[in-house]
């Protein structure tokens, strides 16, 4: 049973790959993906579009650059600095270099899956409409 890390590590060369069953096989049936800041999608069918549109229109690949792990049980948090170099189908670049927030949960069969996933980092702090507080 892989740890939290081994199974961002695992679903990262599913991407890689271009696997989309293998992708969705990593959340939990209701988790959350922010898609981009401002825009988050939910559950299954909606991961699967997300994805589907990703995998069609962009071919790439990404890696974790520096990651860690805080694990409270049954709950695990990974933060990482990723990257991600490659190109639109048309042949146009495509790069990105960002901080993730993803909380996974251990499944009664020891899996962990992805809760909820935020590749956006802090830049969900600047959408429309995110939430603050005053001082």
């Known amino acids: 049973m892989p740890s939290p890390l081994e199974t961002v590590e695992l679903l990262d060369d599913a991407f890689n790959r271009g696997d989309l069953e293998a ?5 939990e049936e209701g988790a959350a ?13 909606e991961l699967r579009r997300a994805y589907e549109w990703i995998l ?14 805080i694990d409270a049980g049954d709950i695990a948090l990974f933060t990482s600095k990723w990257s991600y170099s490659g190109a639109t ?3 146009g670049p495509v790069s990105r270099e960002s901080y993730a927030s993803v909380v996974l949960r251990r499944q009664r069969d020891g899996d962990w899956r992805i809760v909820v996933d935020n590749s956006w980092g802090p830049a969900v702090l600047d959408a429309e ?3 603050s507080e005053s001082p």
Not at 34 to 45: M, S
């Open 23 to 27: 992708i969705l096989g990593f959340y």
């Open 33 to 45: 993906m922010v898609l981009e800041p401002g825009r988050i999608v939910a559950g299954r069918p």
């Open 56 to 69: 069609n229109n962009i071919r790439g690949v990404a890696r974790q650059e520096k990651t860690h792990v």
């Open 89 to 91: 189908t048309d042949g």
């Open 129 to 131: 409409g995110a939430a």
